[in-house]
């Protein structure tokens, strides 16, 4: 069976909520999959699919939590067959959300920077800004994605102030990933950039470092902690 109609069935088992099937297809992308990477983009589309129809109330608490657990779930198999690509400009990136911990999306994005050749740490169960901060500091990160949605996009300001008052500022930039509907405006913005989905993250975390570094830099052992 071709890899597109596996991931296309992944897709679908995440959007039912059916973990089972959703890390049964995920053990055949990992085994079989020309490039299980790959299946990380349906694994997000997905994803973000849900937590669209669970903003507008077409998924209830339930039902999101059940996305969520198929999710994770394929995920967690993904990862162990991931091969990093090899580049010239890589970091130390922490990603989490602003609160609330046990976010999903964070933990997608640390494997999708993992494979792309970024040594990623994922921080998906930090609850407050300050946790996020510490955690952030205490793994040696470079740059910090920071992850919001509809219910936490409230906590931007919270955010921007603890970044600012706690010394965190001269330590490692931030970047916001918003999925929110709304906008999570903050001035003076303590972002170097805001993304709004994964390929903008992606690729503005390569701009920004060929921008801000003089010179390439390739970080050994890259990996999702």
Do not use: C
């Not at 071709?2 to 297809?25: C, F, M, N, P, Y």
């Not at 079989?32 to 990477?37: L, Q």
């Not at 955690?135 to 931007?156: C, M, R």
């Not at 003076?188 to 503005?204: I, M, Q, R, T």
């Amino acid at each position: 069976m071709k890899d597109d109609v596996i991931e296309r069935q992944l897709s679908d088992a995440i959007l039912r909520g059916d973990a089972d099937t959703a890390q049964a297809k995920a053990k055949v992308l990992a085994q079989y999959a020309e490039d299980p990477t790959e299946a990380l983009d349906e694994l997000y589309d997905a994803f973000r699919t849900a937590e669209s129809l669970h903003a507008l109330g077409e998924y209830d608490e339930q039902r999101f939590a059940a996305s969520a657990s198929a999710a994770r779930a394929s995920l967690d198999v993904l990862k162990s067959s991931l091969i990093p690509k090899q580049t010239r400009f890589t970091a130390r990136v922490s990603v989490g959300p602003v609160s609330g911990g046990n976010d999903v999306m964070s933990s997608i994005m640390a494997a999708m920077l993992a494979a792309a050749g970024h040594q990623a740490i994922d921080l998906s169960r930090a609850t407050t800004p300050k946790e996020l901060l510490r955690n952030a500091e205490q793994n040696g990160a470079e740059l910090l994605i920071v992850s919001f949605d509809d219910q936490t996009a409230a906590a931007a300001k919270e955010f921007a102030d603890e970044f600012q008052s706690g010394g965190f500022s001269s330590k490692f930039e931030v970047i916001a990933f918003l999925r929110a509907t709304q906008s999570a405006p903050v001035e003076p913005s303590p972002y170097a950039f805001v993304a709004y989905d994964s390929l903008e993250l992606l690729s503005g975390i390569t701009e920004f470092l060929i921008r801000t570094r003089g010179s390439p830099s390739v970080t050994a052992n890259p990996g999702v902690g």
